[in-house]
């Protein structure tokens, strides 16, 4: 399942498997307490979308200007970095979920 086919099955079925929409400030205070939850960005032109883990934050806060910390793999790698990093103006089209 490539990413955008990930974003559209979180959408429609996610909650049957106990994943649910979050904010971005939820997602991070979730990863902090060791709860999964992920960004998912959906490519509306019909290339590659993208999702990554969202991270434990290292300071235990969320900072809008930031975003959630992340890790991912891609094109770019990171261990550890913040999603403003990624996605910079298109920070409104991610989505955030998180699995309870």
Known sequence: ????????WL????TQYGWH???AEQAQALANHGYPAVAVWKNQAGGHGHVQVVSPSEDGAYDPDRGVAIAQA??????????????SSRMKEVQYFAHK
């Open 1 to 8: 399942m490539n990413a955008n086919r990930t974003c559209d």
């Open 74 to 87: 891609g094109r770019l790698l990171r261990n550890y970095t913040y999603i403003r990093n990624i996605y």
């Open 21 to 23: 929409e979050v904010t």
């Open 11 to 14: 959408n429609t079925r996610g």
